[in-house]
C-alpha cells in the first residue's frame, strides 16, 4: 500500500510526501472530470442494495484499482447512491453515500462525494446531470468524477525549498504543484509542471523524475526558459486587458468597452455543474443590480463545435449578457491570460479604472449579493 513517496533531492535527504485523504480539488484550484458511463448489468458475484430495484452501475477507476458505485433510477422517488467502497462487490457493508439534489429550472442535478479504501481512505467527488435534460441526451447513463486525494510536501531546487503539491495518484503522467512565489494557491502553468518534462526554477533547468515510489529532483539536460509567473488579481490590482469578439458580433476591449460600469467577469461553461448551479444565483443579482450599472461578460470554456449549444443554452436560461466563445476548452486564450483553473470563476472590474474590486470566494453563492450591494454602496457614496 503506497502512504507516501520518498522525494530524493539531489545530493539532500529525502522528504516524505504525506497522502492526504481529502480536500485536493480546493487546494489545486480545480478538476478534471472523468466519465464513469453505467449500464443495468450488476456484475457477477455482486450484491445490490436491499430493497432497490432499476438500479444502474458503474466504476471509479484510479490507477490499477475500481471500484464499483450503483445510482437508484426508480421513477417518482429520492435518488440514491452507493459505492463498493472495501471493493468486495457487496454495497450492503458499506457506510451512506452522500448524494444531494439540486433543482435548476426544472432540472434536477445531483452531486456527492464518499470514501474509498486507497491508501487507508480517499474521498472521490462525483454528480450527475438530470438524465431527462434533452440538453444531455449524451450524457443521460454518466456520472461524473475526481479525485478528492493526493500528496503534499517540499521539494529543494538549488538552493531553495518549495512547497509541493499531487493531486491523486502519482504516475508518470502527473502534474505536480509547486509554489513558486510561497503565497499557497496553484497558479497555473507558471506553477504546473510535469513528471519527467523539464522545467525551469530561479534559472536552472530540473526534472521531476519517477523511479518506482521516488520521486527525484534532478538537472536537465535539456534547457527550458522559465514561465512568469501570472498576474496579481488581488482587490486594487489593474486587471489584465484584452480585446474581443462577442458571440453576438460586438467588439469588447476589456474593460475600457465597461466605462460607467461594474463589470463582472464570468468564466463558465455548459458543461459545468458548479456554473450551472451558481446561476439562479448569478440571475438575481444581475436584475437587482444591472439598473445600478452591473453589466456582466461570460467567457465560455465549452469545447469546439459547441457554439450553437452555447447559444441555445443562453438564450432558454435568459442570460442576456455578452458571451465570448472560442471553442478551446481549458486553453481559451483569455482564460490563460486570466490564469483561470477552475470553474465558475468570477471578477469584479471596475470599467472606469480597470481595478479589481473583488474575487474569489466573494463571488460565490449569497456572499456575490453582499460584495454587489458593498461596491455600490460605494459606488453612490462617492458619487
Known sequence: MLTALAFAILAQDAVDLKFVASGMTAKMGGYSPIRAEMDAVLPSGGSAPRGTRNLKYGKFVFGEQSWMFAVSETTGQESKFWIDANRNGNFNDDAAVEWVARETNGLTMYSGSGMINLNGGAQVNFYRFDPTDPAREQLKNTVLYYNDFGYEG?????????????GGLITPTSSVFIDRNGNGSNDGPSETYAVGKPLNIGGSTYVLSLTGQSLSVLPSSDVVAEIP???DLSVGQLSPTFKATAMSGQEISFPSSYKGKVVLLDFWATWCGPCIAELPNVLANYEKFHPQGLE???ISFDQENKSSAVQAF???HNMTWEHVYEGKYWSTSIGTQFNVRGIPFMLLVDGDTGRILAGGNTMRGERLGETLSQVFADRAFRQ
Not at 154 to 166: C, L, P
Open 154 to 166: 517540499t521539494a529543494k531546487f538549488g538552493s531553495h525549498s518549495h512547497f509541493v503539491r499531487i
Open 296 to 298: 456582466i461578460l461570460g
Open 314 to 316: 443562453t438564450k432558454e
Open 229 to 231: 509567473l501570472p498576474p
